[in-house]
């Protein structure tokens, strides 16, 4: 059977790590880490990742800010609202809550975000350092940053001579995954909805990342028996077993056969989900240290 790796344990020592730096940056004299928050409209699940996000924050320490906008809140507000926050010197991590409203450019809005406070990793800068390799100052995204930190469990820093297949090319999680795990000297594929024959080339992956959206869409004989398998799937399944209207959470990745094949494994939930607002608090602090002329500290 494979080792189940545990991300909300890897997730919580990051987050003290977060705490301790943030200790060590105060008695440097520095400003306090400060994550701003916005959130435009009532998506009820959008507002619940952002009290947990600003929950954490203020767990780690820092100067916690939220801004909760109406629906109707129009772009030039928005954006006069990170003008602001860019200004700001108390605030070193800027998070927009995706999805905006549709009056809203969200594309418009995270490139006025400033790219030194784009905690996120979304800016074109943030994504142009990644894809050249400049990850002593780049912001990478939440969720591929933490499924790196879970493969470096497994397999260490170095994962030279690996294949490494993402299935998924979205820019929050497929691409950034892919170039993470090409800076790391793996041989990289990426995968989509036009691969051909996806089984078989999944079965060529020391380490698979499935980030689909499809519910147990990778079955236990896509996997070569020893392979890092990471679920970055989240997916809402009815669950009549548990009685009537209730559901469940699954991954991309059917877990119980592919427990039995894979030599690692992420659960859902309890893998890769609590380590996305974990580097949130560490891309956050990271910021804050750069801001005050310091190393960048590694995770
Ligand atoms: N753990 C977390 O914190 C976290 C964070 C973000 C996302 N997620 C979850 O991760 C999953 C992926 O998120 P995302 O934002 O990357 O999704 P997305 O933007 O919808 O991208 C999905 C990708 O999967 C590919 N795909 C779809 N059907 C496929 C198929 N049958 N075979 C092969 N590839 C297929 C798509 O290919 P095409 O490009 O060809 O359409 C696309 O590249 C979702 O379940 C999401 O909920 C979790």
């Known amino acids: 059977m494979a080792e189940v790796i545990n991300g909300k ?7 003290s790590k977060v705490k301790t730096l943030t200790a060590e940056l105060l008695v440097k004299g520095a400003t306090k880490p400060g994550l701003a928050v916005v959130i435009v409209g009532e998506d009820p699940a959008s507002q619940v990742y952002v009290a947990s996000k600003s929950r954490t924050a203020k767990e ?6 939220q801004h909760t906008l109406p629906a109707d809140t129009t772009e030039e507000q928005l954006l006069k609202i990170i003008g602001d926050l860019n200004a700001d010197k108390s605030i070193h991590g800027i998070l927009v809550q995706l999805p905006l409203p549709g009056h809203i450019d969200a594309g418009k809005v995270i490139q006025t975000i400033a790219p030194e406070k784009d905690v996120d990793g979304f800016h074109f800068i943030n994504v142009g350092k990644l894809g050249t390799g400049e990850l002593e100052t780049a912001f990478v995204p939440c969720t591929p940053a933490g499924s790196m930190l879970l493969i470096e469990r ?5 994962l030279s001579g690996l294949n490494a297949v ?5 820019n929050i999680v497929g691409k950034p995954m892919a170039n993470l795990l090409l800076a790391a000297n793996c041989t990289v594929t990426i995968a989509h909805s036009r691969t051909r ?5 999944a079965r060529t992956a020391d380490i698979l990342v499935a980030a689909v959206g499809r519910p ?9 028996p020893g392979a890092t398998v990471i679920d970055v799937g989240i997916n809402r399944v009815p669950a009549p077993e548990k009685g009537e209207g ?8 059917a877990y119980a056969e592919t427990a039995k094949v894979a030599g690692a494994i992420t659960p859902v939930p309890g893998g890769v989900g609590p380590m996305t607002i974990a580097m949130l608090m560490a891309n ?5 240290y750069l801001a005050a002329g310091l190393k960048r500290p590694s995770f």
Request: charged share 30%; hydrophobic share 45%; glycine share 10%.
């Open 246 to 253: 209730k559901s469940r959470l699954v991954g991309d990745v």
């Open 197 to 201: 024959d996806l089984p078989a080339l």
């Open 216 to 224: 147990e869409m990778v079955k236990g004989d896509w996997v070569k």
């Open 284 to 288: 956050t602090v990271a910021s804050a």
């Open 166 to 170: 993402v299935v998924g090319r979205s």
């Open 9 to 15: 344990s890897v997730a919580e020592d990051v987050v």
């Open 154 to 158: 497994v397999r260490g820093k170095d």
């Open 60 to 65: 780690c320490g820092f100067h916690s800010l």
